[in-house]
């Protein structure tokens, strides 16, 4: 059982093209991130969340704490985009984090 | 430095041997994660320690694995008797948590040691 689903697994887009990726959890929880992984790269945090929405450039993450689901929106998409997004929720009942398998995002110029 | 460091970023072992690997948190970061990342899937925990203290190991997968964290600030996983399975990259992660608990802090990366165990 997994504690993070993400969908969808494999994502491919045209530059321009709006994109969303979703995550849905099972777990309570004090925090969310998304994180973005690229090709033989290091994790880079891009949001963290605990309600509401936050906004950076041409990313957008929301999350609706009631539903246990978060999205992750990318506004007119470019192929630099293309990496694994990986949403991770920070477990407020252990002292972990649980982690969705990723999304992989390919933007085509 | 500025970020989280790891090292080695890449080690080639051979099934049986000794491996370890070295994870540098931003100073003054409390919490220090450890992951391993098979390929073509998401992290999974190993291991948590807030300061010294270890307080979640239930990632680990065998007694092979044994982590440590002595003064605080640098840990060390180390991998005994190295088997294939345990080829991955492992990640450590380090984040500010405030006195009294709770989660506040951004989450830091290193890029993660490769090991490929031969």
Redesign the interface.
């Known amino acids: 059982k997994n504690e993070v689903e993400q969908s969808p697994q494999n994502l491919t887009a045209q530059e321009g093209e709006f994109i969303t990726i979703n995550c849905s959890y099972s777990v309570g929880i004090s925090a969310l991130h998304w994180l973005q992984q690229h090709p033989g790269g290091g994790i880079v945090s891009l949001f963290m969340l605990s309600s509401g929405k936050k906004k950076h450039g041409r990313l957008i993450a929301t999350i609706n704490i009631q539903e246990k689901h978060s999205s992750l929106h990318i506004t007119a998409s470019h192929p630099r985009d293309s990496a694994v997004y990986i949403c991770a929720v920070f477990s407020n009942t252990g002292n972990q984090f649980y982690f969705g398998t990723g999304t992989s995002l390919t933007v085509i110029p | 430095g500025a970020g989280v460091s790891q090292s080695p970023r890449y080690k080639v072992a051979k099934r049986g041997q000794d491996v370890a690997l070295r994870c540098d948190p931003i100073s003054g970061h409390v919490s220090l994660?450890w992951?391993q990342q098979a390929l073509g899937?998401?992290?999974?925990?190993l291991t948590?320690f807030?300061n010294e203290a270890q307080?979640?190991k239930?990632?680990l997968p065998s007694d092979r694995f044994f982590a440590e964290r002595p003064e605080g600030s640098v840990s060390t996983l180390k991998i005994q008797r190295t088997q294939q399975e345990d080829s991955a990259v492992y990640?450590c992660?380090s984040s500010l948590i405030l006195a009294g608990g709770?989660?506040?802090g951004?989450?830091?990366?290193?890029?993660?040691s490769r090991l490929t165990v031969l």
């Open positions: 994660f992951y899937q998401g992290p999974e925990f948590y807030q307080l979640d239930s990632g990640l992660a709770g989660y506040t951004e989450l830091f990366f290193g890029e993660g």
